[in-house]
């Protein structure tokens, strides 16, 4: 859900998508797991950002208290006041500062109120034993309730984009647009791709070597010795390493000793739900769409009711990743029938990262293509249900 494989360019027309061609532009070349902006960042990008912050209501509430980052519109357009915000979620073992120079780009749909969330168990947002999908989007509905936010375009990478998939699915009547970016509603296992590197750096071996580093050892006292103990848990590429090793926090002051900030053993014990999907999901992604979206509830998974998202969705895939392949189409279409797909050339899992500028114009196009049908669509008549 996270790492960069290499493959072959997937081959147009096996069905009906988009496809953009990118050449190789004489630049500095990008890692692949951009984690912070730099420090020599100009005042614009750094206003664009405010100070994470977290709602009372929320705190008094059963649900987790998610920790966000809301990026105001960069622009003034009194026509545009009524856009839905974007609410951005992370993927596995990441949080919003890891997309945060994505994220401050000022022509990045630069009309909207951008929301970065830090899921439960990563990030600054507090641990729980629970990590399946249905209670994120408890968390997410819960946060768009003490936001004040009655739709919303959910932009969600990887996990977090097999999360807004839910989402959507489950409570479309809050979910203005979809965006996700290089995930699939399919349920993902370590040998299904039939590629030679996905034993390796695959998300469960990363989980399970961290597990095998929690605590960390007392004699471990360096970024470059937990390096080190990646490396020969098996974990051999440099940048996921790195990647993985921003999860590293000092209790108190920089003498003392390190910890996971994510809940490593959560996550370790749930990874089976993460890179899958939810039972009722399974369930709608077998059955034929012959009803219009509704939320979803027990009734529906009882009666086994098509559960499908018709508003307007994007799924942006990079073409040397493996994550959407041609093979996922039928199943996206049967869930999504108003998605379209769009490959970015030359680019991995971390899409936004190695390719920002094609990412960018690629949503920014997609919002503006359905700005027209969301302002058209009457608002929904109800709040989330929990």
Not at 83 to 103: E, N, Q
Not at 146 to 167: E, V, W
Not at 305 to 319: D, E, N
Request: with cysteine; hydrophobic share 40%.
């Amino acid at each position: 859900m996270f790492a960069t494989f290499g493959c072959k360019v997937l081959k147009s027309g096996c069905f009906l998508h988009l496809r953009l061609i990118v050449r190789p532009r004489r630049t500095r070349p990008t890692t692949r797991f951009r984690t912070a902006v730099p420090a020599a960042c100009d005042a614009r990008s750094v206003r664009t950002v405010s100070v994470a912050g977290k709602s009372d209501e929320a705190q008094r509430s059963n649900k987790i208290v998610l920790d966000y980052v809301h990026v105001p519109p960069k622009i003034d357009r009194v026509n545009e006041a009524n856009l839905p915000p974007i609410i951005f979620l992370h993927g596995l073992l990441a949080s919003w500062r890891t997309y945060r120079s994505v994220l401050q780009r000022p022509d990045l749909a630069p009309d909207r109120s951008i929301y970065a969330l830090d899921l439960r168990n990563h990030g600054s947002s507090p641990h729980s034993e629970e990590m399946s999908y249905d209670s994120m989007i408890g968390d997410l509905l819960a946060f768009m309730t003490t936001q004040n936010i009655s739709r919303a375009c959910l932009m969600g990478h990887s996990m977090g984009g097999k999360l807004a998939m839910a989402a959507a699915l489950a409570h479309p009547h809050v979910v203005s647009e979809l965006i996700v970016m290089d995930a699939a509603p399919v349920v993902y296992k370590d040998h299904s791709w039939q590629m030679a590197e996905v034993s390796e750096d695959s998300p469960q071996a990363v989980v399970q070597a961290i597990a095998k580093l929690n605590p960390i050892p007392a004699h471990m006292r360096t970024r470059r010795d937990l390096e080190e103990a990646l490396r020969n848990l098996g974990i051999r590429s440099h940048d996921v390493r790195q990647f993985a090793l921003t999860n590293l926090v000092r209790r108190g002051n920089v003498d003392q000793e390190m910890a996971w900030r994510v809940n490593i053993s959560a996550i370790a014990r749930n990874m089976a739900e993460i890179m899958g999907l939810p039972k009722w999901m399974q369930e709608a992604s077998r059955q034929p769409t012959d009803t219009a979206g509704h939320s979803f509830t027990q009734k529906d998974a009882e009666t086994k009711h098509a559960v499908v998202y018709r508003g307007p969705t994007l799924f942006i895939r990079g073409s040397r990743s493996a994550y959407v392949q041609d093979a996922h189409w039928p199943v996206i279409r049967r869930l999504f029938p108003n998605a379209s797909l769009v490959t970015i050339d030359g680019a991995g899992h971390w899409l936004q990262s190695e390719k920002p500028d094609e990412f960018t114009r690629i949503v920014n196009a997609f919002l503006n293509r359905s700005t027209t049908s969301v302002r058209a669509s009457e608002s929904p008549a109800h709040e989330p249900v929990y």
